[in-house]
């Protein structure tokens, strides 16, 4: 004999029961009961219905008018015309009924358990009915069972206790002297000995198809449901989850009660004291195999050590804590025996070794019950001030992973706390099972979906990671960034395992948001366009509050307001890479700040760009450092702009022209002051002596420039008009350095602590003469390099290399 379950949501309406029915009638099938749930969703409404009821709120009626037609819908669907009349009346005489005891709860403006259980057991009644029925219609004999009849409990209504002597004497009565070998049977419910009825807890359908497989020594249990069988997460949270082929029990059953809805927690034991194999298949993909749970040796059929990630979304901790609970002995059983008593259901529980606090974790709905017990129990210690009242801190969920093959495998808490750690996720509380099968976390219930993917990430998808990047600055460059990024998303998949998702860009008008695949880029411009503003602070909000993993954002502006920001997100343990130089190049506090977060909460924070475009200046200077050199001395010309400008400028045609030309090429700053008159440079350097350990500020460096003073007011416009009349002062520096065979550079060094910008004479033996375009060249003079300096030379400035070194930045977060 076979037992099969269906739940809800594989008879959520008539077009689903007509799938369930083609799975019923098939050979293998012919001698088997089928349990079934209520219809997708009616357990809750008619919770609702009681629960209204109870409050004296009319609607009542309308939740039981609406629950009826969904019902004779199913029936009007599924049943021909000429067989449907016994089927409704008898739906509709349940529902007379129902209204009745809802009717009941109104007037008294009361709900029991008993009675809430009375009025949930029609959620099952009325779907068994209807299968059975049409079944009947299709000529597939079968006989429907009350399981009240069958399966006897206490009268712990809402969540009883099953006689299993008792039961599993009468389904064998009941089934070896029936004449039929198809049962249709409702799950969840039951009666106790007064004939009450009552239910096995939210989500006992499975549980009572275990019942029935255990008692009848079935050759094995099916539970269907709407997912290819246990899956190694959620998938409704982690779309990359996997089924699990083949489980044991004992991993199973830590799974399901650490969260994984798929099964009811209670349902493996009476099959796996029988030795009964459980599948888990799936209604709308019935030929896939889904996932088998037996007696199961680990490791023979699977890499992975770990078997599956679960979580349970809202608990409390509960803390004991105080001097005197230490070296007496009894507390931990006093505290157990208050909580079981309220039928408190203790999750996870962990003691520190100094003995002085206890602290549990339990479902969320049951910490106010929990308190008030534990209170009362130690009042006398809480009189004494031996103990704390108990600490309740809400809002947490737990994640756990599970696999029979932890056991004295090392390293597995250590990846898994080191994988939350680097996203941000704070740990409030850790257990482990003496059995190793389990370790789980309490963390924040912010951070559940996120921890819960994360983990997935480090321990299944060995395959890839996911990045999710935030731009902020799409013009010339972001724009560039993001066309690259389009182009190299298959090969980045393909060829380093990563999987490179936008999931936000945003310039000064527009934000574009989209967390769940990432942004389309195919037309990202026309959706940036569409999209409406968010206050920069607002953005910053969200971005936290999206909590996706390995979490980027990157600064594509020259935005002072967008510079300020990335203490918050580092502190969130978002990475950020900027071509954005003002941060890097702000107050040495704020600079060695923003390390300083980057360090504690392993969030990356990484400005390649601020130097040199793409040249490898700023990661050759840290492998340096990092690898125990000194540097003794920095020379370099940094200015893509004033390079550009000294290399065209000829005395011929007007200075003014030549930086004309450095703007619309892209090469300047938007005020071209900053470039020309040396600030620019002066970031530069001064970045370049931070990250060699200097503390520096921008006052502590000389500039030795060379616009003349009243271009610096004004206008932009104004500085072209001023740079003209000032023609004849450009070309005399033209000429007094032409006269040398020299030519001019815009040169900035750093030694001994200090740091100077200053136009210089540059003769031909220079390394700095033979620079052209819009070239930087940087020279390290090191311990390790003190004659010959190591040099890092080429294009300095320009979009496309600039986007392209912030894409290598972003690809060094993956790291
Ligand atoms: P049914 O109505 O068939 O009893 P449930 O809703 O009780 O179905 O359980 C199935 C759901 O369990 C799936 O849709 C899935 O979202 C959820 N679930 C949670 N964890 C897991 C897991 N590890 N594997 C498979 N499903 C899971
Ligand atoms: N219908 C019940 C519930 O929703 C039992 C079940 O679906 O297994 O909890
Ligand atoms: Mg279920």
Redesign the pocket.
Known sequence: MKILK?????VANAENIKKVVSIINQPEYNNTIVVV?AF?GVTDQLISTGTQAAKGDEVYKETLLALEKKHIDAAKNLLPVATQSSCLSSIKQQFNELEDICEGVFRLGELSNRTQDRIISFGELLSSKIIAAYLQSMHIANEWIDSRELIKTNSNFGFATVDFALTNQLIVEKIKTAANSLFIVPGFIASDTEKHTTTLGR?G??YTASIYAAALDAQDLEI????T????????WVPN?RTIQHISYREAME?SHF????IYPPTIQPAMQKGISIWVKNTFAPAEAGTLIEHHVAGNDRSEIIT?I?SINQVSLLSLEGSGMIGIPGFSKRLFEALASQHVNVILITQSSSEHSICVAVNATEAHKAKAIVDETFDIELQSGKLDPLKVENGLSIIALVGDKMQSHPGIAGKMFSALGRNGINIRAIAQGSSERNISAVVSFNDIKKAVNVLHEAFFETSYKQLNVFIIGAGNVGGKLIEQIKKQQDYLLQHLNLQLRITGIANSKQVLLNEEGGIDLSNWKEALQKSSAIPLNDLVETIINKNLRNSVFVDVTANAQVASVYDKLLAKSISVVACNKIAASSSYENYKKLKSLAKEFNAPYLFETNVGASLPVIGTLNDLIRSGDQVNKIQAVLSGTLNFVFNHYDGKKLFAEVVKDAQNEGYTEPDPRLDLGGTDVMRKIMILAREAGEKIEMEDISNNGFLPASCFNGSVADFYTEMEKHEAHFKALYEAAAKENCKLKFVASFENGKASVGLQHIPTNSDFYHLYGKDNIVLFYTQRYPEQPLVVKGAGAGADVTASGIFADIIRVAR
């Open positions: 269906f739940g809800g949501s594989s749930s997708a989500g359908s499975d269907w449901t709407d997912v069988g246990m899956m190694t997460a959620d998938p409704r989850a799974l969260g994984a809805k798929v599956g679960s």
